[in-house]
């Protein structure tokens, strides 16, 4: 078929034009308008139709875009959502890999010094409590609390008096402390001039990490099995049943009202039945009953008294204008800066009454202080801290990672031209000798002229007193039979992680003078302190006195 053309001439005539001819068909003029309009409607249709077309191409494309950006989105926030689940797992995996550290190696030393500081403030409550009706009615302890002082510190004011009184009453109503849970024959070298009042180190041992922890230590120290049957003594079965009446023996941080007759009865019957194992008996009885069985008989427990009373009393002296242990020449410098490196479990940061001017900063490694924040965040809902300080947490490593640990603490406000007293706890005795000079080396470079430094040290195995004659040893044969010995026998003194000292230091005034701490050295043994607390303990005369604590002011 042949296309064909309409043209209009100068008349205004119509044309029909074929594309292959020249020639021309002149049309009406009545004709040749009516065809022009039925064209243009034509043409009208079509481009309505192409737009209509054309629209709803643009629409399908836009539609299509849509579809495909919503698509990429839920794509996106897919990979996001499985990105942040990775982390979460990464984070729950991290977090349970440092539970899992913190009661391995030396970082496991810190749950022994917290069960034994909780130990020995239940021990001190009971005997301030004992001449009471009951041990519910704490309205008459003020004047008990402030004779026998606390918190080490003869300006006890009556705000910290009263907070003393309301965490007592709580410790009672959430089942941390137990009247006579500890026979009155044991500790009985804790009396009025060595109390021991840690009100949150309980807090510590109600955990599955401290649990699983004590059972390991059974097994590793005194080669008892988790399943090997534990036999209860009718006597402290009588106790025990007594005490648990009224008090709530498991999961001690989250328990209520309601959970407390429950896990009463389940620890009665536990109580009553002879054949219960000893992680039964771990995971089901009171933590210091449990704990207090692990170290019966030995001096452990003497010795965590002593060392944390005469280190809280340190504290307080310096912090304070004038010292208070006249016996050993102490300085009565003013310190506005605590550092704790290797700070543990302890929580003298919180329990002690330091005023708020004060700034605190403890170092330890990270899996430690991670574990002790987030026990201290439910502790601390419980009880009200005695202290104001500001307290400041660093995880590092203070022997590998010199330059991090130095970067955080300046970093959390430390200020090396105040004077600062530097606290080193059970730490210097598994570091060698190249990493003690490095870190002292570092604390006497951030040390202000006149800072303290207290230093815990152990003494050799082997070694000659002043007279040239050999002194009482702490040798690894005395530990290796105390550790076969039967777990019956009365006799456990030994030191539980003695085999992981690598340093040991006959006279650690010489290792306070190497590093510039040289003013003002005093020394002191557990025996020393045993007759400045008036204790008299037999312990001392008949164990090995290996530690001695040690300070110095820095001399610049």
């Known amino acids: 078929m042949e296309t064909q053309l309409l043209s209009h001439n100068s008349s205004g005539e119509i044309n029909l034009l074929n594309r292959n001819s020249s020639d021309n068909i002149r049309l009406s003029p009545l004709y040749n308008e009516q065809e022009l309009l039925e064209q243009q409607e034509l043409i009208l249709k079509q481009q309505l139709m192409h737009n209509q077309q054309r629209q709803q191409q643009l629409q399908r494309q836009a539609a299509e875009a849509e579809q495909k950006r919503i698509m990429q989105q839920q794509k996106q926030q897919q990979q996001q959502q499985q990105l942040l689940q990775q982390q979460q797992q990464q984070l729950l995996l991290n977090e349970i890999g440092e539970e899992d550290e913190v009661k ?87 009396c009025d001039q060595l109390c021991i009042y840690d009100p949150f180190a309980i807090f510590f041992l109600d955990t599955e990490e401290s649990k699983q922890l004590l059972l390991d230590s059974f097994q590793l120290f005194h080669s008892i099995s988790p399943q090997q049957q534990f036999l209860i003594n009718n006597n402290n079965n009588n106790n025990n049943n007594n005490n648990n009446n009224n008090n709530n023996n498991s999961n001690i941080i989250n328990n209520n009202n309601n959970n407390n007759n429950n896990n009463n009865s389940n620890n009665n019957n536990n109580n009553n039945n002879n054949n219960v194992t000893y992680k039964e008996f771990i995971m089901k009885s009171h933590p210091i009953q449990s704990w207090l069985e692990f170290q019966k008989g030995g001096n452990s427990i003497n010795k965590i008294g002593f060392r944390t009373k005469y280190i809280d009393q340190v504290i307080m002296d310096s912090l304070s204008i004038k010292g208070s242990v006249a016996h050993f020449n102490a300085s009565a410098f003013f310190y506005t800066q605590v550092v704790f490196c290797g700070s543990g479990l302890d929580s003298r940061s919180l329990r002690l009454p330091i005023d708020k001017h004060v700034s605190v900063f403890e170092i330890d490694l990270p899996q430690v202080i991670n574990y002790k924040r987030k026990v201290l965040e439910k502790a601390t809902t419980i009880l009200k801290p005695t202290s104001q300080c500001r307290i400041n947490y660093i995880g590092g490593d203070i022997v590998k990672e010199g330059d991090r640990w130095i970067g955080s603490l300046i970093d959390c406000g430390f200020n090396p031209a105040m004077h600062t007293l530097w606290v080193l706890e059970g730490v210097l005795m598994y570091l060698t000798e190249e990493e003690i000079g490095t870190l002292l080396g570092s604390i006497g470079m951030l040390s202000a002229p006149n800072s303290k430094l207290l230093i815990h040290t152990v003494t050799p195995p082997s070694s000659k007193n002043n007279n040239g004659n050999p002194s009482q040893q702490c040798s690894t044969a005395s530990v290796a039979h105390s550790i076969n010995s039967s777990t019956n026998s009365t006799n456990r003194s030994f030191n539980f992680f003695k085999e992981d000292f690598v340093s040991f230091h006959s006279n650690p005034s010489e290792l306070l003078n190497e590093f510039g701490f040289s003013k003002d050295i005093t020394s002191v043994s557990y025996s020393d302190l045993n007759q400045l607390y008036l204790c008299n303990s037999p312990d001392f005369n008949s164990n090995p006195d290996c530690s001695r604590f040690s300070t110095g002011i820095f001399t610049g």
């Open 104 to 190: 391995k190696g030396i970082t496991r030393t810190s749950f022994f010094g917290a069960a034994s500081r909780a130990i020995l403030t239940n021990k001190f409550l009971s005997i301030m409590t004992k001449s009471l009706n009951s041990s519910q009615d704490l309205n008459n302890t003020t004047n008990s609390i402030t004779n026998i002082n606390i918190n080490n510190n003869n300006n006890n004011n009556n705000n910290n008096n009263s907070k003393d009184i309301d965490n007592i009453r709580k410790l009672i109503e959430h089942g941390l402390y137990v009247q006579d849970l500890i026979p009155e024959n044991q500790l009985s070298f804790v």
